[in-house]
């Protein structure tokens, strides 16, 4: 009889596994990027749509959101901020700035794709552990002079293929 116990867990944890989506995780020759699934459990700070109405980008989705921004990177920082910031785009693409990519479905049923970029390049490794501790389980977001200086959000719409800075 105790067996049942032990056995009933097992495959409820077997079953459990089977049901669960896991980040998915891919890479180039410069930088590495992760897929948040749909069942990922985002906080509160990124507002009631983009956690409630939740789909998981395909690798294809989520390497044309990222050409896209490269692509438009600097008209896209233009009109947030108003003028040329400083080029980055050749940065982007060819350091060590690591991608996160979340999808969600907006008010209008466009599909959305959140692009969380996170700057490696010159980073110290205690620096990488303590502001981006495990930042392939977990979606990076913080607060402050190191977070301003190293991340970068945007959201791609894949019906109109535009780019906003976050």
Do not use: C
């Not at 502001?131 to 791609?156: A, L």
């Amino acid at each position: 009889m105790k067996a049942q116990p032990t056995l009933t867990f097992l495959l409820l944890l077997a079953f459990g596994n089977l049901l669960a989506q896991e980040n998915i995780i891919y890479s180039n020759k410069f930088y590495e990027s992760v897929i948040f699934p749909k069942s990922y459990q985002l906080g509160f700070f990124l507002g009631e749509e983009k956690l409630t109405n939740r789909f998981t980008p395909t690798i294809s989705q989520a390497k044309l959101a990222d050409s896209t921004l490269l692509f438009k990177y600097e008209e896209t920082n233009e009109k947030f901020f108003g003028k040329k910031s400083p080029s980055r785009r050749e940065s982007i693409a060819s350091s060590k700035v690591n991608r996160q990519f979340v999808g969600y479905i907006n008010h209008a049923g466009d599909s959305i794709i959140l692009i969380n970029l996170l700057d490696f390049s010159k980073r110290t490794k205690s620096q990488i552990k303590n502001y981006f501790h495990d930042w392939k389980k977990n979606y990076i977001i913080g607060f402050g002079t190191f977070y301003e200086r190293n991340t970068r959000k945007y959201q791609f719409n894949m019906r109109t293929k535009e780019i906003e800075f976050m």
